[in-house]
């Protein structure tokens, strides 16, 4: 009897494992066949296999329409905030894990409870930087901005992936005479990998679907980044499915394949969060 109960719960589970990877992965595999679909075959058998395999329409977007330019815009704005954002927060996130000063907790607590605070709330400060520094319609701008963002999520994962290296390695290169920036750059920074990994795919993948702070703050074609030119094709390409399709596997297989080679550090990092300390 007992054995019978286990291998309900174990088909329970894998059947619940099976459905929720069924309805992730479907929508993907949809979209991804239909852009090498054409109209009729779209409208005719929506989920059949495309009659034949052609890159034509994904040729054909780079060519008449600004794609290369959306790409790299998309690319930069959210390459470079990730970058310098991963530097930034890792001191911070350094610090509040290894060093004991008044108000510690309090400021970790600010800063996650900003996690709490809808994006839409700083529009109008945001905006008003933005105008003042000269960066209204530029892709730098955009850059700016996506810099400030994740702060409190990055932080977060940052601080748990520093508070997992043992401080015994620390008080060690303290006795060799290693000072702050050493211990920091040449011992926890490499060690917390994972916790790097994590937050920089976060953050990427947020500054590269981010739609409401690129529509604001840019007006020119030469400025939009992907997500801005989709929803311009999405009235332009109404009628024209197959391009519509493959501007969104443009827009969605970069974040997809980032995520494909990198998801074994943010497990590591994900199930390392729950330390305490």
Do not use: C
């Amino acid at each position: 009897m007992l054995t019978f109960k286990k291998g309900l719960s174990r088909g329970i589970i894998y059947f619940l494992e099976i459905f929720v990877i069924v309805i992730s992965i479907f929508p993907l595999l949809w979209v991804l066949i239909s852009a090498f679909k054409t109209n009729g075959e779209i409208l005719g058998n929506p989920l059949g296999l495309p009659s034949s395999i052609s890159f034509d329409t994904f040729v054909h977007l780079f060519e008449n329409y600004n794609f290369p330019q959306y790409f790299v815009n998309s690319l930069l704005a959210a390459g470079v905030s990730t970058a310098a954002s991963l530097l930034f927060y890792a001191m911070g996130g350094y610090v509040l894990a290894k060093y004991k000063f008044p108000g510690r907790t309090l400021l970790f607590t600010l800063f996650t409870v900003t996690l709490l605070v809808p994006a839409h709330s700083k529009t109008q400060p945001i905006f008003t930087l933005i105008m003042q520094l000269g960066l209204f319609d530029n892709i730098w701008g955009v850059t700016l901005v996506y810099l400030s963002t994740g702060m409190a999520m990055s932080i977060f994962v940052l601080r748990a992936g520093f508070m997992a290296i043992p401080k015994s390695l620390d008080e060690a290169a303290i006795v060799d005479g290693a000072g702050f920036i050493r211990i920091f750059w040449s011992i926890n920074l490499p060690l917390a990998k994972s916790a790097l990994t994590t937050a920089g795919i976060l953050m990427f993948l947020n500054n590269w679907n981010e739609y409401y702070y690129a529509s604001l703050l840019t007006m020119s074609d030469s400025q939009r980044t992907l997500p801005i030119a989709l929803s311009y094709f999405t009235s332009e390409f109404s009628y024209n499915y197959t391009q519509l399709f493959a501007a969104l596997v443009i827009v969605v297989l970069p974040g997809i394949i980032l995520y494909i080679f990198a998801q074994e550090q943010v497990q590591v990092s994900m199930a390392s969060t729950g330390i305490k300390g």
